[in-house]
């Protein structure tokens, strides 16, 4: 098991009993493992997946109704908050994508400016791994994002039928889905670079770093 996700496992065993949940099954699952845990007559299934492209992964199963959902969304949030970051820049740019595995539905690429000074904001407005939100909560954290954050946003949002029109355009160049992705995400860091200078990137790692490089040159 990596060393990363070992660890992420122990202090989330741990801090789970401190509210008085108890691991009632364990199991290994595809890409991660599966622990269900339990507290009165309530269980409750979280599968944490690792690659080496997303890192950690927590998704917490049962229905949305389950008493103990929140308790550990709480948990996996503050862990989650308190990941130290990777970097010294003062101010940089995240870009990922969502969509790419979806038969329905757009593919969206999205990047950001932020500081060392705007990380608490966005906690404040609840900023954290889509997979651990609702999509109520995801439409009313974009809102706040574009209205506290004026200018440091930058979205493509490809509809299914542009999306065809531009894969085949790659595809007629001998390009591959990767090669558009990577495009998307350099024009998004382009376009924020001129509005604002930043040290670095912080860029989903869907593809090898020249398909990106290059990208930039384009």
Known sequence: MRTELSDFIVHLLTESKKFGLKVVDEKVIPYGVQYKFGKGDSEIPVNIYYSDKKGISPVVGGSPRNDLRPLLLDLLNKKAENVSLQHNWKIWAGTDESG??????????CGFIATEQ????????????????????????????????????EVIVLKPVKYNELYEKFRSQGKKLNEMLAWMHGRIILNLKNKHDFEGVVVDKFAGDKTLVSSLKQ
């Open 118 to 153: 705007t990380k608490e904001k966005l906690l404040q407005i609840g900023v954290k791994d889509s997979k651990l939100m609702k999509d109520s909560e995801i439409e009313k954290t974009a809102k706040l994002l574009y209205k506290n954050f004026p200018g440091h946003m």
């Open 100 to 109: 790419k595995g979806d038969f329905f539905g757009p593919l969206v690429v």
